[in-house]
């Protein structure tokens, strides 16, 4: 079955610390991957996607993700945490074969104390 | 705004009553997303279009749920005689033909079945 596991319900950081939030895959074949993040009371908002090429893809807000094949992971980083990062964070991956949808892992709460 | 809109933002009903959510994506994106999401979990995947053409459901998409699309722009997804495992927030999201791998969300619809 196709799934996608964050290991981690809640990742707890400092300010200016540098933070990881992990991800792992099931899925056959090369998927696409992405990273999106939900603030209270608003929609989910997309940070960074890998599709092909560099292991390691840049997205919004200064994060990073390192695309690991023979891991299966997909891990976001970021080397220094801002308290106004602090939101629940969605890993995804889509199929590439015959199908546009989403399958996303049950989510991380990233908390970053001043 | 011209990001995807969602009405209601809420909505209560009582079980056994017919719900409509209607979904606005952004101009001109001609895909078109629904997902639910639950306390505690990822988004899953219920639908999408590609301007008028449903293309895919889930299994999660009982024969009490219909989405449509019928001009290529707004969707709606009707759920019939609710229960209370319906309540969930509703997302939609949608995607354009020149990147159809970032899907943007709107702020969801979340439905409660007293």
């Known amino acids: 079955a196709q799934s996608v596991a964050q290991p981690e319900d809640q990742v707890n950081v400092a300010e200016g610390n540098p933070l990881t939030v992990k991800c792992t895959y099931s899925?056959?074949?090369?998927?696409?991957l992405f990273w999106y993040v939900q603030y209270p009371n608003r929609g989910l908002q997309f940070l960074l996607k890998y599709i092909t090429g560099d292991n390691l893809v840049k997205g919004s807000y200064g994060f990073e993700a390192e695309f690991n094949k023979s891991q299966t992971s997909f891990h976001l980083k970021k080397p220094s945490a801002l308290v106004s990062d602090s939101a629940l964070y969605f890993c995804?991956?889509?199929?590439?074969?015959?199908?546009?949808?989403?399958?996303f892992g049950t989510g991380t709460r990233l908390q970053v104390f001043p | 705004d011209t990001g995807v809109s969602q009405n209601p933002r809420h909505k209560i009903t009582k079980r056994g009553q017919n719900v409509t959510f209607r979904c606005d994506p952004i101009?001109?994106?001609?895909?078109l997303y629904w997902y639910r999401q639950t306390l505690g979990q990822g988004p899953e995947f219920l639908t999408y279009?590609?301007?008028?053409?449903?293309?895919?459901k889930s299994r999660l998409l009982s024969d009490r749920f219909s989405a449509e699309r019928p001009k290529g722009s707004f969707s709606t997804l009707e759920i019939q005689r609710t229960e209370q495992g319906d309540s969930a927030m509703y997302l939609c999201?949608?995607?354009?033909?020149?990147?159809?791998?970032?899907?943007?969300f709107g702020p969801g619809t979340r439905l409660t079945v007293t």
């Open positions: 279009f590609q301007n008028e053409a449903q293309l895919e």
């Open positions: 999201a949608s995607s354009s033909q020149s990147d159809p791998y970032e899907q943007y």
């Open positions: 899925v056959s074949g090369n998927p696409y």
């Open positions: 101009s001109e994106h001609n895909r």
């Open positions: 995804a991956v889509r199929p590439i074969y015959n199908t546009d949808k989403l399958i």
